[in-house]
């Protein structure tokens, strides 16, 4: 009864062998195209089996790196300062593009809006309509735009509660 069972094993373990090859082959020709796909003609790094989790993310990982802080909205003000009228945001976004500084998020064109929503708030930009933008004439400046004290005597400071007449002044 153990030699029936041996050669089934065996059998087994030789069809095992047939997939592990003819997978094995498959793999090869995978490589191979892709190879010949990618822009520089070489395969793509393999993280090793016995390598950990991190070490494999970082191996696959060629993801570009975000903008350094501020080269959107530094872009926008000199394109916009560079205009005579009003450009809309496709072409702001067509010169972030030309200048390798367009936002590099799934969409663009959002990530654009909120920036120049931004620095419009800030008073550094107007939308004239229609999603056409130009620099404001006098940038203001935030620290300015507070109202500021009287400077002829001391500063006074007024409540909008009587002393005496709130809910708890019948106690």
């Not at 089996?49 to 080269?71: E, I, Q, T, Y």
């Not at 560079?82 to 030309?98: D, F, K, V, Y």
């Not at 990530?111 to 933008?133: A, P």
């Amino acid at each position: 009864m153990a030699e029936p069972f041996a050669n089934q094993l065996r059998s087994e373990l030789d069809a095992i062998q047939v997939d592990l090859d003819r997978l094995a082959a498959r793999r090869r020709l995978i490589e191979e195209l892709l190879s010949l796909e990618s822009a520089s003609g070489r395969p793509s790094p393999q993280a090793p089996a016995s390598a950990g989790r991190a070490a494999r993310r970082r191996v696959v990982r060629s993801a570009p790196r975000r903008r350094p802080r501020g080269l959107v909205s530094g872009t926008v003000r000199e394109f916009l300062g560079q205009r005579t009228e009003a450009a809309h945001a496709t072409e702001i976004l067509a010169h972030l593009q030309q200048r390798d500084a367009a936002p590099q998020s799934a969409k663009p064109m959002a990530t654009l809006q909120s920036t120049l929503q931004r620095m419009k708030e800030q008073g550094e930009i107007e939308n004239t309509g229609r999603n056409h933008w130009r620099l404001s004439a006098a940038p203001t400046d935030r620290t300015d735009s507070a109202p500021r004290a009287p400077t002829a005597g001391p500063p006074v400071v007024t409540s909008t509660t009587t002393f005496g007449t709130g809910p708890l002044a019948g106690r």
